[in-house]
């Protein structure tokens, strides 16, 4: 069973340590501070590698932490109802598909949740260090972007673990889909030539939220003031397709997993 | 219609043949014991049976549905198999009331009365972790009977069981079984098995056979 309460007070905390974290960099800023920066660069935010190896600690943790976080938390979602009560709860549903479906509704609300207070928990912070807000449309769909891209880049991992964890052990299941997770940050941390690392970063699921790495328009907005270069070609639309491709195939294995997985124990 | 009709199932785990062949009808309101020695293939046979797994060869219908065809499940189906629990922090109560909010067709007085019928308290507040094994089985029971099921499927039911457990257990089968559900029972007890059922089978390497059809029964 999740602790509901223990993951959303983990929420509040990583929304007030990664703020503070980013607080002077953004409240120093010469020019365009704003709180869609700090939401921006709080919990969002990777360098860009220039050197051949870029390994920033901070920002690392702040964009890691908080997903490697969730994805432990409900690393055992699936397995819990399956490996405890499988039976007595799979018998009772329509069919396993309904049941599958059921459990990835109730994994997304919780991931909305999660990240919609570490959002909002960055806004707060903003606003009571007297942060300006540039635009309250661009506040809100910097916002919703942020929290949807990570909802959606952490439910294919969640899903991942799950379904592996119906077949391997749940800790070993774990164990291989976080060093999965943490290797596909490598696009962020080593430098190679820019079109293959363009490419590796538009293709690759875990940086998908990094949100100051976008050209989107209104976004160069806020990010140009901070000499940041963009990946050409790298958009939000981009980003929801990818990551839209993604969700679909773990959605479609996870059914095919749950409709032809057995429950059987060794006696026979 | 019959309750339980199998044809030709057939389940193959890694070259090895757990279930060969299996036909097999059985009716509704009547009782039904399987014995035989351990991985003789009860179990999996009630595996099958319930949708749990999916058979190599062959079909199994209950109440006329195709399981993993036309139903994942068979749809009203109570059951206990082996080596399974349930949540150990919460108490008996609360394991039932999260199964019984599955369907939702019972009310919170019918997991009640379930459980008072097994024998155990309904207000107890001791968590399931804490229930000696005994109290575990009649929980399962209790589960297994609560919604009123068609078809209930038991593995070993009396396991764990002590004497007075053991003839509660035989009581609410037969109550069960008045009820017009149609019980399948797997046990190592034969006397569970020769007191309760109207039909019996022997269970061995994978084959069925009656009893009393030449096949030694013990």
């Known amino acids: 069973m999740i602790k509901k309460v223990s993951v959303f007070?983990?929420?509040?905390?990583?929304?007030?340590?990664?703020?503070?974290?980013?607080?002077?960099?953004?409240?120093?800023?010469?020019?365009?501070?704003?709180?869609?920066?700090?939401?921006?660069?709080?919990a969002n935010f990777?360098?860009?590698?220039?050197?051949?190896?870029?390994?920033?600690?901070i920002s690392s943790l702040t964009y890691i932490a908080p997903k490697l976080y969730i994805l432990i938390a409900f690393g055992n979602f699936f397995y819990d109802d399956f490996r405890i009560s499988s039976v007595y709860v799979f018998t009772r549903k329509d069919n396993r598909v309904k049941w599958f479906l059921d459990k990835l509704f109730h994994i997304l609300k919780y991931l909305v949740l999660y990240f919609a207070i570490i959002t909002t928990v960055n806004i707060i912070i903003g606003f009571a260090n007297n942060l300006p807000v540039a635009s309250i449309q661009g506040l809100l769909l910097i916002s919703s972007i942020c929290i949807l891209l990570n909802v959606t880049v952490t439910l294919v991992f969640v899903l991942l673990i799950n379904v592996l964890s119906l077949y391997i052990s749940c800790e070993m299941s774990l164990f291989l889909t976080l060093l999965a997770y943490v290797f596909a940050h490598l696009p962020a941390i080593v430098k190679l030539s820019d079109p293959v690392q363009h490419l590796l970063i538009k293709l690759n699921p875990v940086l998908q939220p990094v949100l100051p790495w976008h050209d989107d328009g209104f976004l160069l907005d806020y990010i140009q003031p901070l000499d940041i270069l963009a990946v050409p070609g790298f958009n939000v639309y981009w980003s929801f397709l990818v990551l839209g491709a993604y969700l679909v195939l773990a959605?479609?294995?996870?059914?095919?997993?749950?409709?032809?997985?057995?429950i059987t124990d060794r006696n026979y | 219609m019959m309750a339980v009709e199998i044809y030709h199932l057939t389940k193959i785990i890694k070259g090895k043949t757990i279930l060969d062949d299996i036909t097999l009808e059985l009716e509704r309101g009547k009782i039904y014991g399987f014995f035989g020695k351990n991985a003789s293939g009860k179990t999996m046979l009630f595996r099958a049976i319930c949708g749990l797994i999916k058979p190599?060869?062959?079909?199994?219908?209950?109440?006329?549905?195709r399981i993993g065809v036309d139903v994942s499940f068979p749809e009203s189906l109570g059951l206990i198999i082996e080596n399974v629990g349930f949540w150990e922090q919460w108490t008996?109560?609360?394991?039932?009331?999260?199964?019984a909010s599955i369907k939702?067709?019972?009310?919170?007085?019918?997991?009640?009365?379930?459980?008072?019928?097994?024998?155990?308290?309904?207000?107890?507040k001791r968590i399931y972790g804490k229930y000696s094994l005994g109290m575990k089985q009649r929980l399962g029971i209790a589960q297994a009977i609560m919604e009123k099921p068609q078809l209930i499927v038991l593995d070993e039911p009396t396991n764990s069981l002590d004497e007075e457990g053991v003839g509660l257990v035989r009581n609410i089968l037969l109550e069960e079984k008045g009820r017009g559900a149609t019980i399948l029972i797997a046990s190592h007890i034969k006397e569970d098995i020769d007191l309760l059922c109207d039909e019996k089978f022997k269970v061995e390497a994978g084959r069925i056979y009656p009893a009393g059809s030449g096949v030694k029964d013990e």
């Not at chain 2, 190599?56 to 549905?65: A, D, H, L, P, Y």
């Open chain 2, 104 to 124: 939702n067709i019972i009310t919170d007085e019918d997991i009640r009365a379930a459980i008072r019928r097994v024998g155990l308290d309904p207000d107890d």
């Open chain 1, 46 to 57: 990777l360098p860009y590698p220039e050197e051949k190896i870029t390994f920033e600690l």
């Open chain 1, 251 to 262: 959605v479609f294995v996870g059914i095919r997993v749950i409709k032809t997985v057995e």
């Open chain 1, 9 to 42: 007070i983990t929420a509040v905390v990583i929304g007030v340590l990664s703020s503070l974290i980013r607080l002077d960099f953004i409240t120093n800023l010469a020019e365009g501070a704003s709180i869609e920066l700090l939401v921006m660069f709080a």
């Open chain 2, 56 to 65: 190599t060869r062959g079909e199994v219908r209950v109440f006329g549905k």
């Open chain 2, 92 to 99: 008996g109560f609360q394991n039932l009331k999260f199964l």
